[in-house]
T-cell receptor, first 111, second 114 residues
Framework: RKEVEQDPGPFNVPEGATVAFNCTYS??????FFWYRQDCRKEPKLLMS???SGNEDGRFTAQLNRASQYISLLIRDSKLSDSATYLC????????????FGTGTKLQVIP | EAQVTQNPRYLITVTGKKLTVTCSQN?????MSWYRQDPGLGLRQIYY???????DKGDVPEGYKVSRKEKRNFPLILESPSPNQTSLYFC?????????????FGPGTRLTVL
């Protein structure tokens, strides 16, 4: 089993739709969780950290389920500019040492 | 402007010819890391450094060397490149503040080894 698994997609959704991605991780001792966004072959950029209590940033909501070992990302009211690959990142500690990236989920928002 | 720079951005070389990819950050970050990204495999960590003179292996360190003599620089060295090291390489840096960290990535270096 991969350490971090994501559905590669692509998820093709119309503008205005709500879309959700999940990411499962295998190391139950993982401490830090992040969602990054990567536009085509450019550098990844932090979208949001994922806190134990869940967190929201505008149209984006991240959740952590430790019991089932997955994190989720919900995007409401999708915009064309949300089209990108979303990377799940898991670390066994607070920070980025020994960090593991998922292979990403591709989102295409369609007009 | 806060940034991570990498050079060169594109490099085509031949098997066995030593090369260095430079990485520099201007944010006084303690933590720096190198990744490679390959289709279907995602980003994989090569080496990371927690501070000056402190480096450790990531998931795929074979064939690579790093050094951290200054806080701002973290060069990646390929002593004898091989075709399986053809990849897109990213350098990244962050401060060490736990779960709220932002890791800043450089623009990437596209390396082709013939």
């Amino acid at each position: 089993r991969k350490e971090v698994e994501q559905d590669p997609g692509p998820f093709n959704v119309p503008e205005g739709a709500t879309v959700a991605f999940n990411c499962t991780y295998s190391n139950s001792a993982s401490q830090s969780f992040f969602w990054y966004r990567q536009d085509c072959r450019k550098e990844p950029k932090l979208l949001m950290s994922v806190y134990s209590s869940g967190n929201e940033d505008g149209r984006f909501t991240a959740q952590l389920n430790r019991a089932s070992q997955y994190i989720s990302l919900l995007i409401r009211d999708s915009k064309l500019s949300d089209s990108a690959t979303y990377l799940c990142v898991v670390s066994p500690s607070g920070g980025y040492q020994k960090v593991t990236f998922g292979t990403g989920t591709k989102l295409q928002v369609i007009p | 402007e806060a940034q991570v720079t990498q050079n060169p951005r594109y490099l085509i070389t031949v098997t066995g010819k030593k090369l260095t990819v430079t990485c520099s950050q201007n944010m006084n970050h303690e933590y720096m890391s190198w990744y490679r990204q390959d289709p279907g495999l995602g980003l994989r960590q090569i080496y990371y450094s927690m501070n000056v003179e402190v480096t450790d292996k990531g998931d795929v360190p074979e064939g690579y060397k790093v050094s951290r003599k200054e806080k701002r620089n973290f060069p990646l060295i390929l002593e004898s490149p091989s075709p399986n090291q053809t990849s897109l390489y990213f350098c990244a840096s962050s401060s060490f503040q736990g779960e709220t960290d932002t890791q800043y990535f450089g623009p990437g270096t596209r390396l082709t080894v013939l």
